[in-house]
Every structure is written in C-alpha cells, then in structure tokens.
C-alpha cells in the first residue's frame, strides 16, 4: 500500500525511491525476515526525532525501533528506556502501537479513520504527562519549546518554567491590556538593607515574528506600572530587533528605561528566544549559578533576543564546582531518621554536614539553593521549604534520578555539569 501510494503510516519509515524491482525484493526479503527466527526488529535505540512525531518509529528497512525522546510520554519515563533492566515493558508498548497501526491498514480500514485513531492516542498519551505533577526541570524545558505556536499552552508553560527556577507567586494575570502574568523574587536584603526582590511581568508570544506593532512597549510599560513590575520578559520565536540596536523597539525599550533610570526608577524590558528560556530552566535547575538574584543580572543587563542568548551561553558555558548532593541527601536522610516527629530544618543540615568525614561547609543560601536545584531534577521526592527541606526516597537512588535527569539535556549542556 506504502508503494502504491495508498497508506502513509504515522509510525512505519520504509525506503523510498526504489524502483518496482527493488520493491518487489524488498518486500520478498521483509517477509522473509518476518517469518524468521529473528523477527524484524534487530535493535533499538533512543533518538531524538521530532517533538511532533510518535513515542516512537520503526526503520523497517533497519529492522530499528527508534524510541522518540523528543515526545514528552518518553521524556516523562527516559530514565527507563536508557535501563536495558528496565526497558523491555516500555519497548513492548512502542512496538504495540506500531503493530496495531499495521494491522488497521491489514483490516483494510480507511487511512483517515486510522490517522484519526493513532492521533487521538498519541494526544492522550502526551496529555497524561502534561496533567501530571511528575515533571521535572528538563520536562518543563522541552513543553515549553513544544509550545512556541500555541498561544495559551505557551503563557501556561512559560510560568511552569519561572516555578521551575524557583520564583513564587507566579500568577496568571491575561486578559486585554494585561501581561500573561508576574513572578515574584523573594529576595532577603542585603547587608547594607538594600531591597533585593523583585518582580517580573510575563509576556509570551507564540507564532511568528514579533513586530514592534506587536510587542507594544508603551502598552508593557503601562502593566509594569499597574502591577509593580520591576522588569519584564517577552518571549518568542523571534523578533524585528535582529537588525540590531537601530530598530525601533530596541530603542523605544532604552529610552523607556534611561527615562525611568533619572527618576531613580529601575524598570527594565527583555527579549527573548523560547528556545533560550528552555536552555535558562535547564541549566538553572542543575548548575550553581547564584540563584535569582543572579538571574536579575540577565533582566538588568539585557534588551534584545541576542543579547540575552549570550547571557545564557556565558551561563551554559561555566563550570560550576560540584555540589556535595549525596551528602546533603544523607544527612536530611539521617536526621529524618533520629527525629521522625519533626522536620528538618536547614541550620540542622548545615551543623551535621560539618560532622562528616570530610566536613562539608556550607551557608544556609547555598544549601536552599542546592536542594532547590534538587526539587527541580527530582520532583515528588525532594521538597526544599521556606526553612525546612524533606525527601521521600533513599539518597542514593535520589541521586540516580537526578543523574537520569540531567542524562536528558542536550550534549552541549552536560559537559559543564557534574553530579
């Protein structure tokens, strides 16, 4: 049917461009293969397709079970594919679809009326992760570039990602002249008193080029005032300021903040990629980088779509030193364990961490943002509070999670992390 012309199957790649008689062998040989002891599928192997195709393709050609790890039910559930102990069940529902597939076209159903089912489940699974509370920083990361044409499924997954790097209040606002929404910087002050937090507007335009017209400047400074935003964040999937700084936006941004600045006023307007702002959830979830007020400095220092993806690059390439992680997670394991009546707090940690052989010495910040970071690569199971942080797995298979987790960022990113 493929080679007739009559069947594009959603999950089946087969070789194209053969001439009748290499069809026709080809199809002797599959049959063949099919009828073996072997079977067709010789192998399989994670790869990162298309984010808008299946959990998984099958090479008919290859004999090779392409397991999709850009889909966002494999993203959810990787660190099982990557297991060989514990691959097989999933393996086994990638190839189930991919053989009910085949057998509609066998029953001889019409291609829309299977197109239709196979979506409809692709759909389902995808909608099981996303309604799931089992997502991790990286998941969030790769919703998020999922959704750049998607308007509402943008601004919801543009707050996901402000969560994930460990803002509170984020709060969907929307509505006609109205940002999608804020998040807030709970900031101590500094030594000196100096206020710390701040809060940011939230702005996600999904689609094409965002135009001066679009971007609306005057329109983003008129929320910033109503809502007492001290910066404001537009993301998308690019914009008219490529030209550099001689384009209007970028100039009305400048004024607008060099007008503010003489007040005494800090108000500031940031551009930025979607793809970047995936990057930034990423590696803030899983490197030291001076938590949010070390992220101000991308909001303060940055106005056009390429000036903040050099921030993040500057941020992706650092090495950060390592953070003691089996350490922290013993030592809240082992205070859990003498007092299971009460909580514990950070300054417990910090005072038994400098018991251990060697001693680990860190200040409270660090700590919180070092199980912050932990929360992020291993949700449900790490809970970093206010003044308190708990876990509800062993630390060494904590650690294994967090392990997986990072095992899923791009190549790029993982040779600057160390777990």
């Not at 159903?109 to 509370?133: H, M, N």
């Not at 000196?192 to 609306?216: I, M």
Request: aromatic letters at 6%; a negative charge.
């Amino acid at each position: 049917m493929v080679y007739e012309n009559r069947a594009t199957p959603f999950y089946l790649r087969f070789p194209s461009e053969l001439s009748v008689e290499a069809q026709t062998e080809f199809l002797e040989n599959l049959k063949q293969q099919s009828e073996g002891e072997d079977g067709l599928l010789r192998s399989t192997e994670l790869s990162a397709l298309d984010s808008t195709e299946g959990l998984a393709v099958f090479d008919v050609q290859d004999g090779k079970l392409l397991i999709n790890s850009s889909h966002p039910f494999i993203a959810a559930f990787q660190e099982y594919f990557t297991d060989p102990r514990r691959s097989l069940p999933l393996e086994m529902l990638a190839m189930s679809e991919i053989l009910m597939e085949s057998h509609m076209y066998h029953m001889g159903l019409e291609e829309g009326v299977i197109r239709d089912v196979i979506g409809r489940r692709d759909e389902l699974l995808r909608q099981f992760v996303r309604t799931s509370a089992r997502r991790t920083a990286g998941m969030i990361a790769l919703a998020l570039t999922e959704a750049m044409d998607n308007e509402n499924k943008l601004e919801e997954e543009m707050r996901a990602a402000f969560e994930a790097m460990g803002f509170a209040n984020v709060i969907h606002i929307g509505g006609k002249g109205e940002p999608d929404g804020t998040a807030e910087a709970h900031l101590a002050a500094a030594e000196d008193g100096t206020v710390q937090r701040y809060k940011v507007g939230l702005e996600a335009k999904s689609g094409g080029k965002v135009s001066a017209k679009r971007l609306g400047v005057s329109g983003i400074g008129r929320h910033m005032e109503k809502h007492n935003c001290n910066h404001h964040l537009v993301i998308g999937n690019s914009f008219s300021t490529s030209t550099g700084e001689d384009s209007a936006s970028v100039l009305e941004i400048n004024t607008y903040k060099e007008d503010n600045k003489r007040k005494g006023i800090e108000k500031t307007i940031t551009l930025m990629h979607i793809d970047d702002l995936a990057r930034l959830v990423r590696i803030v979830s899983a490197k030291r980088v001076g938590g949010l007020s070390r992220i101000r400095d991308l909001f303060r220092n940055c106005v056009t779509p390429e000036e903040s993806k050099e921030w993040v690059d500057r941020l992706a390439a650092e090495t950060p030193e390592n953070w003691p992680y089996l350490d922290i997670l013993e030592t809240v394991w082992h205070l859990a364990e003498e007092q299971p009546n009460e909580a514990v707090e950070y300054a417990a940690v910090i005072t038994e961490l400098r018991h251990r052989t060697p001693p680990v010495r860190m200040n409270k910040q660090d700590l919180i943002e070092c199980c912050k970071s932990m929360q992020g690569m291993a949700r449900d199971v790490v809970f970093a509070r206010v003044n308190t942080v708990e876990i509800d797995r062993r630390p060494d298979l904590i650690l294994e999670d967090i392990k997986t987790a990072v095992g899923e960022y791009p190549e790029e990113e993982r040779r600057t992390i160390y777990i």
